[in-house]
T-cell receptor, first 117, second 113 residues
Framework: AQSVTQPDIHITVSEGASLELRCNYSYGATPYLFWYVQSPGQGLQLLLKYFSGDTLVQGIKGFEAEFKRSQSSFNLRKPSVHWSDAAEYFC???????????????FGGGTRVLVKP | DGGITQSPKYLFRKEGQNVTLSCEQNLNHDAMYWYRQDPGQGLRLIYYSQIVNDFQKGDIAEGYSVSREKKESFPLTVTSAQKNPTAFYLCASSMFPPAGGYTFGSGTRLTVV
């Protein structure tokens, strides 16, 4: 079964510094990949998604992610972090072309981002 | 605007009571999902439904029940059999298959008092 790993449970970054959140997926085929953000006490908001094509994907709020097939990774980046980026971030995947497994998304455990002034 | 609405935002339950959490969407999505979120445990799938009048158990269905009588609605009942119901509950919806990902509601925080 496919799985998604977010190796970092917490990351602390200074405001204005760059941010990179790691995501690795286990399935061999090219999956559908997603990044979501969750502010405290809120639902999840979709930041960006990748299906195919250009491996560098632009999202909302100044985020981007790069799909690297050789590393089974889909890392999220932001060049300059704002205090409002403090939140929890979830990576998710859906595997294409396998009917049963493709019916749902699989989520990583999340990475909590703290932003220092 | 299209979206997914969860109500209430906060809910308090006495021990031994059943409570029902509401989830309504006007996105014309086929599939709907319920997740439970506890600190440090990510998202855990309770139930999901891909079409009206059909639903499937997720990873932690014990102590919960759902119905899907209308495409727009997927209420979750937390029964007295759920031993530790205090948590944040998230509802989501998507097309089927979920090629575009899920749209989430803003959540319901349930507390047992």
């Amino acid at each position: 079964a496919q799985s998604v790993t977010q190796p970092d449970i917490h990351i602390t970054v200074s405001e204005g510094a760059s941010l990179e959140l790691r995501c690795n997926y286990s399935y061999g085929a090219t999956p559908y990949l997603f990044w979501y953000v969750q502010s405290p006490g809120q639902g999840l908001q979709l930041l960006l998604k990748y299906f195919s094509g250009d491996t560098l994907v632009q999202g909302i709020k100044g985020f981007e992610a790069e799909f690297k097939r050789s590393q089974s990774s889909f890392n999220l980046r932001k060049p300059s972090v704002h205090w409002s980026d403090a939140a929890e971030y979830f990576c998710a995947t859906r595997v294409q072309m396998i009917k049963a497994a493709g019916n749902k998304l699989t989520f990583g455990g999340g990475t909590r981002v703290l932003v220092k002034p | 605007d299209g979206g997914i609405t969860q109500s209430p935002k906060y809910l308090f339950r006495k021990e031994g009571q059943n409570v029902t959490l509401s989830c309504e969407q006007n996105l014309n999505h086929d599939a709907m999902y319920w997740y439970r979120q506890d600190p440090g445990q990510g998202l855990r799938l309770i139930y999901y439904s891909q079409i009206v009048n059909d639903f499937q158990k997720g990873d932690i269905a014990e102590g919960y029940s759902v119905s899907r009588e209308k495409k727009e609605s997927f209420p979750l009942t937390v029964t007295s059999a759920q031993k530790n119901p205090t948590a944040f509950y998230l509802c989501a919806s998507s097309m089927f298959p979920p090629a575009g990902g899920y749209t989430f509601g803003s959540g319901t925080r349930l507390t047992v008092v």
